[in-house]
């Protein structure tokens, strides 16, 4: 190295813009709490073409439509796994085929338009059926979990999120683990019980409800975030535990 280098003079910053707060009460069964909107995003888990149940389109539009008017970030949080899947063990390869009883991940899809949730194919897309705005994230995935072995936690902090609001499917497997996951990053959750589902007994969906109340967070309805954000609550059936496809 020449000895008579110059020395460049830096500025450098790390000083980050803090938001203000902006407080709301949200409803719950128990009461409320108080959440800030500024740090505060909407998670949709698995809301992609390969599974879209479509029974939920309307309310996540709805419900995705009121954050992003009210400012808080909507990432979409799909599956979108190697198209080698080298990265899979072979246990969870055999589970998600269901021990042969559909096709598993990376394989052709019955659709003909690609494999099985594959980063960058139409599986791995979000539903056709839902709106999503350019501003959006869409985060991949490729455990039950979105937290695991990915950016998502990287993005949320970047976007100084403390407040994770959840919807999307299936409520006991790939939402229940992100938001457990959530939980132990140190993120507050919030379960969206109208705007989740899963083809699972009734049983199971009121385990992971008291399960969420009791350790993980809390359960309350898109209505009372939408009516917390200033906007009237949508008008729409009530859905059922099996109101999947």
């Given at each position: 190295?020449?000895?008579?280098?110059?020395?460049?003079?830096?500025?450098?910053?790390?000083?980050?813009?803090?938001?203000?707060?902006?407080?709301?009460?949200?409803?719950?069964?128990?009461?409320?709490?108080?959440?800030?909107?500024?740090?505060?995003?909407?998670?949709?888990?698995?809301?992609?073409?390969?599974?879209?149940?479509?029974?939920?389109?309307?309310?996540?539009?709805?419900?995705?439509?009121?954050?992003?008017?009210?400012?808080?970030?909507v990432l979409w949080v799909n599956w979108g796994v190697?198209?080698?899947?080298?990265?899979?063990?072979?246990?969870?390869?055999?589970?998600?085929?269901?021990?042969?009883?559909?096709?598993?991940?990376?394989?052709?899809?019955?659709?003909?338009?690609?494999?099985?949730?594959?980063?960058?194919?139409?599986?791995?897309?979000?539903?056709?059926?839902?709106?999503?705005?350019?501003?959006?994230?869409?985060?991949?995935?490729?455990?039950?979990?979105?937290?695991?072995?990915?950016?998502?936690?990287?993005?949320?902090?970047?976007?100084?999120?403390?407040?994770?609001?959840?919807?999307?499917?299936?409520?006991?497997?790939?939402?229940?683990?992100?938001?457990?996951?959530?939980?132990?990053?140190?993120?507050?959750?919030?379960?969206?019980?109208?705007?989740?589902?899963?083809?699972?007994?009734?049983?199971?969906?009121?385990?992971?409800?008291?399960?969420?109340?009791?350790?993980?967070?809390?359960?309350?309805?898109?209505?009372?975030?939408?009516?917390?954000?200033?906007?009237?609550?949508?008008?729409?059936?009530?859905?059922?535990?099996?109101?999947?496809?």
């Open positions: 190295m020449s000895s008579d280098r110059r020395r460049v003079e830096q500025k450098l910053s790390f000083v980050r813009p803090r938001k203000k707060q902006r407080l709301a009460t949200i409803a719950i069964e128990q009461g409320v709490i108080e959440v800030d909107l500024a740090r505060t995003a909407l998670l949709v888990i698995d809301m992609q073409n390969d599974f879209a149940a479509r029974a939920l389109a309307p309310r996540i539009n709805r419900l995705t439509s009121a954050c992003r008017t009210a400012g808080l970030p190697r198209a080698d899947c080298a990265n899979l063990s072979p246990g969870l390869l055999e589970k998600g085929r269901l021990h042969g009883g559909r096709p598993g991940y990376g394989e052709p899809s019955p659709s003909g338009r690609g494999g099985i949730v594959v980063r960058d194919q139409w599986g791995a897309a979000v539903s056709d059926e839902l709106t999503v705005g350019p501003d959006d994230l869409l985060v991949h995935k490729h455990r039950f979990s979105g937290f695991w072995d990915n950016e998502l936690d990287s993005v949320l902090r970047n976007r100084d999120v403390t407040t994770l609001v959840f919807a999307g499917i299936n409520t006991d497997r790939c939402v229940f683990a992100t938001l457990t996951d959530a939980s132990f990053l140190g993120y507050d959750c919030v379960l969206l019980s109208d705007v989740v589902a899963t083809p699972s007994p009734a049983y199971v969906t009121d385990a992971v409800h008291y399960l969420v109340d009791l350790l993980y967070g809390v359960v309350a309805t898109s209505d009372a975030l939408i009516s917390a954000l200033g906007e009237p609550a949508p008008n729409l059936r009530p859905l059922t535990h099996r109101s999947l496809p």
